[in-house]
């Protein structure tokens, strides 16, 4: 997901640019205004810690995009691709090393397991709105036994 942070600062482009330049493929993609009991169930696994609240309002204060990405280790990789939580500790290269310096605006949101994806994609998607395709040059980003 590319938070409302992202959206505002124009990221949009970038940040889907560099998965897919990692060789990902986008299934699904859509522009949202997340509601506030979405934003509270997206991030219910954090209810009672101090930054609850504020990530929710954060979560609901503008528009974001919201997508699924599939590819070998597609969690593992986008995971890397983000960088550590906050902009400050992020490695150069990362979208957050790259474009982030905050805490809170953190800029993107991935999951971190299949647990996570399981429990967080239906928030977002239906499985009518997810695309599966092969990219024509996936012989060339990931090697056969790896594309199972």
């Known amino acids: 997901m590319i938070k409302p942070d992202g959206v505002q600062r124009r990221l949009v482009g970038k940040i889907v640019q ?4 990692k ?12 509601e ?18 504020g990530l929710v309002k954060f979560m609901t ?7 699924v990405v ?12 983000m960088g550590a ?16 310096c905050s805490k809170g605006f953190n800029l993107v949101h991935g999951s971190d397991s299949v647990d996570s994806v399981k429990r967080e994609l239906p928030i ?3 499985e009518k709105e ?3 395709y092969e990219h024509p040059d996936l012989a060339w980003v990931v090697e056969e036994p790896e594309r199972k």
């Open 18 to 21: 560099r998965l897919e330049e």
């Open 124 to 126: 977002f998607f239906t």
């Open 70 to 81: 599939e590819g070998f280790n597609a969690i593992e990789v986008v995971r890397k691709l």
């Open 36 to 53: 506030h009991k979405t934003a509270e169930n997206l991030y219910s696994v954090h209810k009672g810690k101090p930054f609850y609240d």
């Open 85 to 100: 939580t906050f902009g400050f500790n992020a490695e150069p290269g990362t979208i957050r090393g790259d474009y982030g």
């Open 130 to 132: 997810l695309v599966a």
């Open 23 to 34: 060789g990902l493929r986008i299934a699904g993609l859509k522009l949202i205004r997340m």
């Open 61 to 67: 204060s503008g528009p974001a995009v919201v997508m």
